[in-house]
Antibody, heavy 119, light 107 residues
Framework: QIQLEQSGAEVKKPGASVKVSCKAS????????ISWVRQAPGQGLEWMGW????????NYAQKLQGRVSMTTDTSTYTAYMELRSLRSDDTAVYYC????????????WGEGTMVTVSS | DIQMTQFPSSLSASVGDRVTITCRAS??????LNWYQQKPGKAPNLLIYAASSLQSGVPSRFSGSGSGTDFTLTISSLQPEDFATYYC??????????FGQGTKLEI
């Protein structure tokens, strides 16, 4: 079946970097984009950015510009999100989601990766 | 950026009730509006896309309507499994794809 499998929970110190993976299966990876969304504890959903599964083109949320990078490995059907210079307010669950064409709805979600930033 | 405002932010209802959640965009987004359901500790789940199209596998008691700036999600007869938080999201041509702040539906 179609699914996105994310890497496990991470604990990082302020100033460090984290890289979360999202492995797709059950569909043609290059036919869809992947968006990343995060959710701080008890808060709502925040869109972080998007990457094309076809050509790797990216678009990032302005507030994260310069700290976030999204990449893909089409040979393994895996998307990656790296966030640098971590701060305590980056503590959140990070989700990847498949972006369906035409409407750009997020129709398949990963299970989420908890990233905790603490000294 | 396009701002999405949901109301109410929380709602108490009973099994069998008809419930409506509203989402308003700060500018016209045509019908590029999606609705998601999220249960505690779980990833969001797509319910409605393009304002009124029901995602495959979603029960028919869920429906969406609206166009332009004003949209609604309706649950015709609440079931116990429907108590969750609901988010609207705009996916109009201009990124970022913003979410509403969420509506928590409680018993």
């Amino acid at each position: 079946q179609i699914q996105l499998e994310q890497s496990g929970a991470e604990v990082k110190k302020p100033g460090a970097s984290v890289k979360v993976s999202c492995k797709a299966s059950g569909y043609t990876f290059t036919s869809y984009g992947i968006s990343w969304v995060r959710q701080a504890p008890g808060q709502g959903l925040e869109w972080m950015g998007w990457i094309s599964g076809y050509n790797g083109h990216t678009n990032y949320a302005q507030k994260l510009q310069g700290r976030v990078s999204m990449t893909t490995d089409t040979s393994t059907y895996t998307a990656y999100m790296e966030l640098r210079s971590l701060r305590s307010d980056d503590t959140a669950v990070y989700y990847c989601a498949r972006v369906r064409g035409a409407t750009d709805a997020f129709d398949i979600w990963g299970e989420g990766t908890m990233v905790t930033v603490s000294s | 950026d396009i701002q999405m405002t949901q109301f109410p932010s929380s709602l108490s209802a009973s099994v069998g009730d008809r419930v409506t959640i509203t989402c308003r965009a700060s500018q016209s987004i045509n019908n590029f509006l999606n609705w998601y359901q999220q249960k505690p500790g779980k990833a969001p789940n797509l319910l409605i896309y393009a304002a009124s199209s029901l995602q495959s596998g979603v029960p028919s008691r869920f429906s969406g309507s609206g166009s332009g700036t004003d949209f609604t999600l309706t649950i015709s007869s609440l079931q116990p499994e429907d108590f969750a938080t609901y988010y609207c999201q705009q996916t109009y041509s201009t990124l970022p794809y913003t979410f509403g702040q969420g509506t928590k539906l409680e018993i």
